[in-house]
């Protein structure tokens, strides 16, 4: 009798399905952050081992823009070795630095040769994503009423941060956080902090909405949309309200007769640039003014790391982010902006080789959205990641988002990025 059950009978895909439901249950652990950046080795591994032994499947390519990001990830590797030696931060520091990278700018090349070279269902991803974001809403209900309680956030710190890790926060088990600025509660889920859950809202977003099953959808959005809105980031609740006709209407965008009509509404917004700028302008400021402490420490961290890259270390850059001074609260230059700290830590060198890949991927993706739903959400996908990379680091956030990625990975393998595979 065939099983309808999610999971097929490859390991592959028992990791994939396991590292994704499992994430509450390793996030009260504290887990979750050394399970995010082991699972994608862990996969290769296997990955390796299976085509040793059985040799290489039919729709097992690895296309050329996958291998762009290979590549890139290479240049990463190096840009560090090269700067750890020009700034002799000595061998352990470089050792160090090296595992950093295997967990971080690492796993993004990694996910999307696993998504493109293994034969992983993309609904089981669909599915698995949803059920987390159903933990979410459930997670989201229980903690509203405990902070309503007064029960405190926070928990305990694993123990297992002894193993090491960017910060206490990526070990912290906690319900709730409270914002610095209004003292009110604000979550950041199963993320370090919360704008990153911002981030994750809108990448389940999609995922949740393309769920065949009414129940898992609809509660995967659900969970989705109180994930952005308890998160108080003011770039996900803008991202995540213009992806949401993007992500239920993408039907329509088939029909040339919508095509047409999005042509001309884009004509019209055009030639009414000016008042629409200055309304949007305005509304900016607005909402950066809502939390100018944070808007502050960002924008001078920007400026320092520009600063430092074009007058200390232009190509290969300093190799390690860097205390900031009491002006940015102490936050690390290099942080905060992945294309800063890309130029701050691994110099114009480490900045071309995030910079080449991605334009690639989102020429292939955007030339390739109309004739393939799995192009279509991965091009979203690609957009928050794009949207997200001035306002987050990417390399230290990919142990929480590599679904992206790995659904990014199917879309670039034509062979598997069809509407059968859907």
Same mark, same amino acid.
């Given at each position: 009798?065939h099983?309808?059950h999610?999971v097929?009978?490859y390991?592959?895909?028992?990791? %994939?399905?396991f590292? +994704?439901?499992?994430?509450?249950? #390793? !996030?009260f =652990?504290?887990? /979750?952050? *050394?399970?995010? $950046?082991?699972?994608?080795?862990?996969?290769?591994?296997?990955?390796?081992?299976?085509?040793?032994?059985?040799?290489?499947?039919?729709n097992?390519?690895?296309? %050329?823009?996958?291998w +762009?990001?290979?590549?890139?990830? #290479? !240049?990463? =590797?190096?840009a /560090?070795? *090269?700067?750890? $030696?020009?700034?002799?931060?000595?061998?352990?520091?470089?050792?160090?630095?090296?595992?950093?990278?295997?967990?971080?700018?690492?796993?993004?090349?990694?996910?999307?040769?696993i998504?493109?070279?293994?034969?992983?269902?993309?609904?089981?991803?669909?599915?698995?994503v949803?059920?987390? $974001?159903?933990?979410?809403?459930?997670?989201?209900?229980?903690?509203?009423?405990?902070?309503?309680?007064?029960i405190?956030?926070?928990?305990?710190?694993?123990?297992?941060?002894?193993?090491?890790?960017?910060g206490?926060s990526?070990?912290?088990v906690?319900?709730?956080?409270?914002?610095?600025?209004?003292?009110?509660?604000?979550?950041?889920?199963?993320?370090?902090w919360?704008?990153?859950?911002?981030f994750?809202?809108?990448i389940?977003?999609?995922?949740?909405s393309q769920?065949?099953?009414?129940?898992?959808?609809?509660?995967g959005?659900?969970?989705?949309?109180?994930?952005?809105?308890l998160?108080?980031?003011?770039?996900?609740?803008?991202?995540?309200?213009a992806?949401?006709?993007?992500?239920?209407?993408?039907?329509y965008f088939q029909?040339?007769?919508?095509l047409?009509?999005?042509?001309?509404?884009?004509?019209?917004?055009?030639?009414?640039?000016?008042?629409?700028?200055?309304?949007?302008?305005?509304?900016?400021?607005?909402?950066?003014?809502?939390?100018?402490d944070?808007?502050r420490?960002?924008?001078?961290?920007?400026?320092?790391?520009?600063?430092?890259?074009?007058?200390?270390?232009?190509?290969?850059?300093?190799?390690i982010?860097?205390?900031?001074?009491?002006?940015?609260?102490?936050?690390?230059?290099?942080?905060?902006?992945?294309?800063?700290?890309?130029?701050?830590?691994?110099?114009?060198?480490?900045?071309?080789?995030?910079?080449?890949?991605?334009?690639?991927?989102?020429?292939?993706?955007f030339l390739?959205?109309?004739?393939?739903q799995i192009?279509?959400?991965?091009?979203?996908?690609?957009?928050?990641?794009?949207?997200?990379?001035?306002?987050?680091?990417?390399?230290?956030?990919?142990?929480?988002?590599?679904p992206?990625?790995l659904?990014?990975?199917?879309?670039?393998?034509?062979?598997?990025?069809?509407?059968?595979?859907?």
């Amino acid at each position: 009798m065939h099983s309808t059950h999610p999971v097929r009978n490859y390991t592959e895909e028992k990791l %994939v399905w396991f590292g +994704l439901t499992l994430t509450y249950p #390793l !996030f009260f =652990l504290g887990g /979750l952050y *050394i399970m995010g $950046s082991l699972i994608g080795w862990m996969i290769f591994f296997v990955v390796i081992l299976r085509w040793y032994v059985n040799g290489k499947d039919k729709n097992s390519v690895i296309p %050329v823009i996958v291998w +762009l990001w290979i590549i890139g990830g #290479l !240049f990463m =590797l190096l840009a /560090l070795l *090269i700067a750890h $030696s020009n700034w002799d931060l000595g061998l352990a520091k470089t050792i160090k630095s090296s595992i950093g990278w295997a967990k971080g700018w690492a796993l993004m090349p990694l996910f999307l040769f696993i998504g493109a070279f293994v034969d992983i269902k993309p609904q089981l991803i669909v599915r698995a994503v949803s059920i987390v $974001s159903f933990h979410t809403l459930i997670f989201a209900v229980v903690s509203i009423v405990l902070y309503l309680g007064g029960i405190p956030g926070d928990l305990f710190i694993s123990p297992l941060q002894v193993i090491g890790g960017p910060g206490e926060s990526f070990f912290t088990v906690s319900l709730y956080g409270l914002n610095p600025e209004t003292g009110a509660g604000r979550w950041r889920f199963f993320t370090p902090w919360a704008p990153a859950a911002g981030f994750m809202a809108c990448i389940f977003l999609i995922f949740t909405s393309q769920d065949k099953n009414v129940f898992w959808r609809n509660t995967g959005v659900l969970g989705s949309f109180f994930m952005c809105l308890l998160s108080q980031s003011r770039v996900g609740w803008a991202i995540y309200i213009a992806l949401m006709p993007l992500c239920f209407l993408s039907q329509y965008f088939q029909n040339p007769i919508w095509l047409i009509f999005f042509g001309v509404a884009i004509s019209a917004i055009l030639l009414l640039g000016e008042p629409v700028f200055h309304s949007l302008n305005n509304s900016y400021e607005d909402i950066k003014a809502s939390r100018p402490d944070s808007t502050r420490v960002r924008n001078t961290l920007e400026v320092l790391a520009l600063q430092r890259w074009e007058t200390e270390a232009p190509i290969w850059g300093h190799g390690i982010v860097e205390k900031g001074p009491k002006v940015v609260e102490g936050m690390p230059i290099g942080s905060h902006h992945s294309w800063y700290g890309l130029l701050f830590v691994k110099g114009i060198v480490g900045l071309l080789a995030l910079a080449i890949p991605l334009t690639f991927t989102c020429l292939y993706l955007f030339l390739n959205c109309l004739k393939s739903q799995i192009c279509f959400t991965a091009a979203l996908m690609a957009i928050v990641i794009i949207c997200y990379s001035f306002f987050e680091n990417l390399e230290i956030l990919s142990f929480i988002y590599w679904p992206a990625l790995l659904w990014i990975g199917i879309a670039l393998n034509p062979l598997k990025s069809g509407e059968i595979y859907v």
